[in-house]
């Protein structure tokens, strides 16, 4: 019997007449590089049968899907060597994440030379070339072969209600279950697991693309209530190239890393006695931080914004209106109580009034719109202010400044009618997309964060099935229309309304979200906002929320990643060094620097003790953009002489023209490095 199959390529498609049973193997199966298919929308293992009609797409290793289904078949060879090293661990869940993977077990943690061990065993199932064999089983009979492992037997149990488990959707879904059977060549089953898949054919095609990372600590399911687990971590690649290249990407993460350059570039520290998410910026941190408000409150007041101010606490009643005590009560401080009584072990025994540090500064903006009447005439009523709000942040997910828990804020709210709303979403895109390439950041992605609609969340988020649907394709509309990409980001909404995250790739490609844009109805109905409309009626208006910078802190961490702290001139917090090439010449190279101060820029003058070749060794670790030299020569001849922080040199150059040309570059805002070649 024959059958008609549509091979469909990125250039081009292939109709093939093929006889008796088909799989994607047979179609395939001679390209290592192809690790599974797309039939008719439906990814699927390369063993499946295919039927007549069937238009079926390769899905290369490189690929997204490709690499998603190798990093989980990876997984799961990882999890198998976990239990042949120790037989008593249980197996948790193992999905793909981002650059890699992880398997959670209940067991004893795992050392480093356990993990020299696993990599080992990793190796020799990958060079056995143990297929995985999928199979269809009943509820019943899941339970009866994974009797042994608790945490699968829950997991069947959450079938069709599954997406409240962290990572459950690679186990168990709505429909059938299915398990996994890792099978040598003489058709011994040497490990199975509960799993959707699908995976690649064999575990030959892991080749020496793949490596163990590094363990923690994990809950089951996420939860602190639940067990606590180990989880091991790795990364899988289409090839051993690809592997390496992530390895060096890793080395250059490393060399960048704010948090080891903010000590080295003196620009902030951490104290305990402080507390940890609360920085301290030193004052060159200050110069950088100073440089992006006056940046921000400038570019704010020219596009229609107007500045205001609200305190860091409020009463706690305040944030039950604004909704945030209901619905993100995880993320605020506990109370502050104004004149309670306490006992003499501080214990209080009757309550005062309750204050909250603010979680977000919209609450207070809605007052101030609601502080006297407004006309339809006042639309786009536009706030902005800059707002360090607290958000209690747990202490394994504070990070440098990347994660932190006293935020500033460049938060701005727009008041707009329900048909401005469009053209203020469009004008705030436009905004912060000018803001972010002012800054060196012109490699952006749009995620649109919708509500959770079945999900564990699905409770925390407010509003009717209306209003949601509205506000989502308005932002959809939007985002698409800007041409850029966009990336969907389903359950990932605020819990008063959609909205568009700005994602921006830095210097070694690695991705960060940054800015948002945020449709509110909630708020203003929570609040009673009201206009007066053209016919006199009272009319609710739509909020816009919006940070550019998202937050200042976060932003500069980026910033310091991006550029490796080698800031462009005009950011950079001591924009030149003048280095003397002896004692003598510091009163010359003095009258250089009074020059450049006068000019507003930000020079030193290296008069140490140090020797001159250690004084050009500090300016380069300094990773000042200008450094001004003066010998005998120059100062006879009224000059310096440059030197760039590539390494190049520009000699004797005229005093008048040296500070001209410092002045001109500070001024043009490049964001690229001067150098003798520019």
């Known amino acids: 019997m024959s059958s008609s199959i549509t091979i469909l390529r990125p250039d081009a498609s292939e109709q093939r007449t093929v006889e008796g049973t088909t799989t994607g193997l047979d179609l395939f199966g001679n390209d ?18 295919l039927s007549d009609g069937d238009r079926v797409e390769p899905v290369t290793s490189d690929s997204p899907d ?8 990876a997984a799961h060879v990882a999890a198998q060597a976990v239990q042949n090293l120790r037989a ?15 398997y959670d077990f209940q067991t004893e943690p795992l050392t480093p030379e356990d993990l020299k061990v696993l990599e080992k065993d990793m ?52 429909g059938e ?27 030959g095609y892991l080749g020496n693309g793949w490596a163990l990372t590094r363990t923690s600590a994990a809950y089951w399911r996420g939860d602190q209530a639940n067990a606590q687990l180990q989880r091991l971590y790795g990364t899988a690649w289409a090839s051993k190239e690809d592997l390496q290249a992530y390895k060096t990407r890793l080395e250059e993460a490393a060399k960048r890393d704010h ?3 903010g000590t080295e570039l003196d620009l902030f520290s951490f104290n305990e006695i402080v507390g940890s998410g609360l920085p301290l910026f030193h004052p060159k941190g200050g110069v950088i931080k100073r440089e992006m408000e006056d940046y921000v409150r400038a570019r704010h007041i020219a596009e229609g914004f107007d500045y205001v101010g609200t305190p860091h606490i409020a009463k706690e009643d305040l944030f039950y209106t604004s909704g945030h005590l209901p619905y993100y009560a995880e993320g605020m401080f506990p109370p502050l109580l104004e004149d309670a009584e306490r006992d003499e072990q501080g214990n209080v025994v009757k309550g005062g009034q309750a204050y909250r540090l603010k979680a977000m500064n919209c609450p207070m903006h809605n007052l101030i719109f609601s502080a006297r009447g407004r ?54 895109l436009k905004f912060i997309l000018g803001l972010l390439a002012d800054f060196g950041l012109d490699d952006v992605a749009l995620e649109l964060s919708t509500r959770d609609e079945d999900g564990r969340k699905k409770d925390k988020f407010i509003g009717s099935d209306e209003q949601w649907a509205e506000a989502t394709a308005v932002l959809a509309e939007i985002a698409e229309e800007s041409g850029l990409r966009v990336v969907p980001d389903p359950g990932g909404a605020a819990y008063y309304g959609p909205k568009i995250s700005i994602q921006a790739s830095d210097a070694i490609g690695r991705v960060w979200q940054m800015s948002t844009i945020q449709y509110d109805f909630n708020q203003p109905e929570r609040f009673g906002l009201q206009y007066t409309a053209p016919d006199g009626s009272h009319q609710q208006p739509v909020m816009i929320h919006s940070a550019k910078f998202g937050s200042i802190e976060r932003f ?36 250089v620097v009074d020059q450049l101060r006068a000019a507003g820029v930000r020079v030193e003058l290296d008069d140490s003790d140090d020797r001159f070749a250690k004084k050009i060794r500090n300016a380069a670790k300094e990773k000042v953009p200008f450094t001004l030299i003066a010998g005998g020569e120059d100062a006879e001849a009224d000059a310096v002489s440059f030197r760039f922080r590539d390494g190049s040199q520009r000699n004797q150059v005229p005093v008048a023209d040296a500070v001209a040309e410092i002045v001109a570059w500070i001024a043009s805002r490049r964001n690229d490095s001067p150098s003798a070649q520019a």
């Not at 490709?66 to 078949?73: A, E």
């Not at 996994?180 to 199975?192: E, F, I, L, P, S």
């Not at 702290?565 to 030149?576: C, D, I, R, T």
Request: hydrophobic share 40%; proline share 5%.
């Open 556 to 591: 500069m961490g980026v910033l310091i990643e991006h550029y490796a702290g080698a800031f462009p001139a005009w950011l950079s917090p001591v924009q030149v060094i003048a280095v003397p090439v002896a004692e003598a010449f510091n009163g010359y190279l003095a009258g």
């Open 375 to 428: 006309s339809y005439r006042e639309l786009p009523l536009r706030f902005f202010e800059f707002g360090t709000v607290y958000r209690d942040e747990k202490s394994g997910v504070v990070q440098g400044l990347t994660r932190v828990r006293s935020i500033t804020q460049d938060d701005s709210h727009s008041y707009v009618t329900k048909e401005q709303a469009p053209d203020e979403i469009r004008h705030l």
């Open 32 to 49: 290592r590089t192809v690790v599974a298919m797309r039939v008719d929308g439906e990814l699927l293992d390369l063993a499946r049968e």
């Open 177 to 203: 279950l299915t398990i996994y059977d890792n099978v040598r060549r003489d058709g011994a089953v040497a490990w199975k697991d509960l799993c959707r898949g699908p995976h690649v054919p064999h575990t």
């Open 259 to 261: 948090r080891k350059l």
């Open 88 to 102: 008593e661990a249980k197996l948790g869940i193992g999905p793909p994440v981002t650059d890699g993977f992880y």
């Open 66 to 73: 490709g690499l998603y289904i190798v990093r989980h078949s």
């Open 123 to 174: 190796g020799r199932i990958v060079k056995e070339r143990q297929r995985f064999v999928r199979r269809v089983v009943t509820d019943e009979q899941a339970r009866e072969e994974l009797a042994g492992e608790p945490f699968k037997l829950e997991l069947i149990g959450l079938k069709g209600n599954n997406a409240d488990a962290e990572g459950a959707a690679v186990e168990v879904g709505a």
